[in-house]
């Protein structure tokens, strides 16, 4: 396994499988759709699982893979999810045994083109490959989106790794060497309070290297703006995340 991967996550693996909010279900079940069988999906970068638990829901097996060991020791259990620790560009799985691969907030961080090599070998003829991203969530209250754009942007904004330009252009610029499906649209949601909130700010890249170069945590100052117009803390906000995607077919001609 290659040492150099990007691996802005491992030391908030925790609070990364406490804070990250769910895809939708109707998510997987469209992709499910997609496949003539369900046998084996990938879940490639599954970080603490979010997507393979989906994934796992329409398949009789998931493979869900991460670089991070720190991030399958947090993982959520599932019987039909199997964790591996293994780079994007070497799954380890067999030559055409995989019906679906997914990526989900991850694809930024790979060497793309050794990733989409491996996927080829990976899948079966006519097998499917689909990546989405997110970025900047909505709360739902025009001065709270306010406070959060601020931190987003300015605050935390210069610590964003090069590789977040990719989820702002919503993967349009990546290539993408597959015969694309276009998806349905699709967002998560989720009804937080606002610590739950400020937990999973914690879990961004640019926060981490923000609290690594800097010495100190930027969060409470979020917290500060947003207790304003958040009212009761304990409260829930509908909070909401549209997802981008690319998604293809392997080409059955294709060796």
């Given at each position: 396994?290659?040492?150099?991967?990007?691996?802005?996550?491992?030391?908030?693996?925790?609070?990364?499988?406490?804070?990250r909010p769910d895809y939708p279900p109707q998510l997987f079940t469209w992709l499910a759709t997609l496949v003539r069988e369900r046998r084996l999906a990938w879940d490639?970068?599954?970080?603490?699982?979010?997507?393979?638990?989906?994934?796992?829901?329409?398949?009789?097996?998931?493979?869900?893979?991460?670089?991070?060991?720190?991030?399958?020791?947090?993982?959520?259990?599932?019987?039909?999810?199997?964790?591996?620790?293994?780079?994007?560009?070497?799954?380890?799985?067999?030559?055409?045994?995989?019906?679906?691969?997914?990526?989900?907030?991850?694809?930024?961080?790979?060497?793309?083109?050794?990733?989409?090599?491996?996927?080829?070998?990976?899948?079966?003829?006519?097998?499917?490959?689909?990546?989405?991203?997110?970025?900047?969530?909505s709360l739902g209250d025009p001065r709270l989106d306010a406070a959060h754009h601020r931190f987003y942007s300015g605050t935390v904004g210069p610590y964003w790794p090069a590789e977040r330009a990719l989820v702002e252009a919503s993967y349009r610029t990546?290539?993408?060497?597959?015969?694309?499906?276009?998806?349905?649209?699709?967002?998560?949601?989720?009804?937080?309070?606002?610590?739950?909130?400020?937990?999973?700010?914690?879990?961004?890249?640019?926060?981490?290297?923000?609290?690594?170069?800097?010495?100190?945590?930027?969060?409470?100052?979020?917290?500060?703006?947003?207790?304003?117009?958040?009212?009761?803390?304990?409260?829930?906000?509908?909070?909401?995340?549209?997802?981008?995607?690319?998604?293809?077919?392997?080409?059955?001609?294709?060796?």
């Amino acid at each position: 396994m290659s040492s150099s991967f990007p691996d802005h996550f491992s030391d908030v693996a925790g609070a990364y499988a406490e804070h990250r909010p769910d895809y939708p279900p109707q998510l997987f079940t469209w992709l499910a759709t997609l496949v003539r069988e369900r046998r084996l999906a990938w879940d490639c970068a599954t970080g603490t699982g979010q997507a393979a638990v989906g994934v796992a829901d329409h398949f009789e097996r998931v493979i869900a893979t991460d670089a991070s060991a720190a991030q399958i020791a947090a993982a959520r259990p599932h019987p039909k999810v199997e964790y591996r620790v293994a780079p994007a560009e070497a799954s380890g799985l067999a030559t055409g045994s995989v019906d679906l691969v997914t990526v989900g907030q991850a694809l930024h961080w790979f060497d793309r083109p050794a990733f989409y090599a491996e996927a080829r070998r990976a899948l079966r003829p006519d097998g499917v490959v689909a990546v989405w991203t997110y970025g900047a969530s909505s709360l739902g209250d025009p001065r709270l989106d306010a406070a959060h754009h601020r931190f987003y942007s300015g605050t935390v904004g210069p610590y964003w790794p090069a590789e977040r330009a990719l989820v702002e252009a919503s993967y349009r610029t990546i290539e993408f060497p597959f015969e694309e499906i276009e998806p349905p649209a699709f967002e998560m949601e989720a009804e937080w309070p606002l610590a739950t909130f400020l937990g999973y700010v914690g879990t961004w890249s640019a926060v981490t290297r923000f609290r690594r170069e800097r010495g100190f945590d930027p969060v409470p100052q979020l917290s500060e703006e947003l207790r304003e117009h958040w009212g009761d803390p304990e409260s829930q906000r509908k909070i909401r995340w549209p997802l981008s995607f690319r998604v293809g077919r392997r080409k059955a001609k294709e060796g």
